[in-house]
C-alpha cells in the first residue's frame, strides 16, 4: 500500500481556517485520496475524498496538488467540535476489494 | 438509514468464555471490514468481507473467526482470548466493485475487555 505522512499533532484557534497537509509520494495513479477523522470515543468518520481535482463539501474542502503528491485538508472555520484526530488515507480500487489502511495521523486541537 | 449498528457497545469476557460481536448495516453495501484499535493508535485492519465472501484476512489469529451470514450482517466470533485482545473493534461498509470510490462508514465500535 502507498504511504502517506502527516504532522503528528497541529492547534488551531476557534473560528479560524486549520490546514492539515498529507504527503503522499509514492501514490499511483488509481489511489483516491481520503480523509476520515475520529472524535474521542466514536467510530472515524469519513470526511471527504478526491483523485485529481479539488473537492469541497459540508465538512472541509480537499486541495490536491498538480502532481498527486500532497493533498491539505482544508476546514474552513475550525470549532471545538472538529479536535479529532485526521487520517489521511490513499485507497486503491483495483479489484474486487479494497482496503482502507490507517497511517498515524494529525491529531488537532482546537482551542478558545 | 446510513449507519452502521454494533452490539453490544462494552463486552467483559473471562479468557475462557466464547462470545460474538455483531454489526448491521441496511446501506446496501457489499463490503465489510472488521478493524481493531488500541488505546492512542489507528485502527488495524483485521479482515475484509466482499459480497458475503472472506476476501482478505490479515494473518488474524484463529481465536478471532469473522462471519457474514447476509449482506446485511457481520458476526465476529471470540474464543479463548487474551488480555491483550482488549481494544475497541470497529465495523465498516462500504460500495464495492470494481471502480467503487465511495466512503467509508464506520460503526462506533464495540470495547471489548478480557479479563
Known amino acids: 500500500d502507498a504511504k502517506t505522512t502527516q504532522p503528528n499533532s497541529m492547534e488551531s484557534n476557534e473560528e479560524e481556517p486549520v490546514h492539515l497537509p498529507c504527503n503522499h509520494s509514492t501514490i499511483s495513479g488509481t489511489d483516491y485520496i481520503h480523509w476520515y477523522r475520529q472524535l474521542p470515543s466514536q467510530g472515524p468518520e469519513y470526511v471527504i475524498h478526491g483523485l485529481t481535482s479539488n473537492v469541497n463539501n459540508r465538512m472541509a474542502s480537499l486541495a490536491i496538488a498538480e502532481d498527486r503528491k500532497s493533498s491539505t485538508l482544508i476546514l474552513h472555520r475550525a470549532t471545538l467540535r472538529d479536535a479529532a484526530v485526521y487520517y489521511c488515507i490513499l485507497r486503491d480500487t483495483t479489484g474486487t476489494a479494497s482496503k482502507l489502511t490507517f497511517g498515524t495521523g494529525t491529531r488537532l486541537q482546537v482551542t478558545l | 438509514d446510513t449507519e452502521v449498528t454494533q452490539t453490544p457497545k462494552h463486552l467483559v469476557m473471562g479468557m475462557t468464555n466464547k462470545k460474538s460481536l455483531k454489526c448491521e448495516q441496511h446501506?446496501?453495501?457489499?463490503?465489510m471490514y472488521w478493524y481493531k484499535q488500541k488505546a492512542k493508535k489507528p485502527p488495524e485492519l483485521m479482515f475484509v468481507?466482499?459480497?458475503?465472501?472472506?476476501?482478505i484476512n490479515e494473518s488474524v489469529p484463529s481465536r478471532f473467526s469473522p462471519e457474514c451470514p447476509n449482506s446485511s450482517l457481520l458476526n465476529l466470533h471470540l474464543h479463548a482470548l487474551q488480555p491483550e485482545d482488549s481494544a475497541l473493534y470497529l465495523c465498516?461498509?462500504?460500495?464495492?466493485?470494481?471502480?467503487?470510490?465511495?466512503?467509508?462508514?464506520f460503526g462506533s465500535g464495540t470495547r471489548l475487555t478480557v479479563v
Open positions: 446501506m446496501g453495501h457489499r463490503a
Open positions: 468481507y466482499s459480497y458475503e465472501k472472506l476476501s
Open positions: 465498516a461498509s462500504s460500495q464495492e466493485g470494481q471502480g467503487a470510490i465511495s466512503g467509508y462508514t
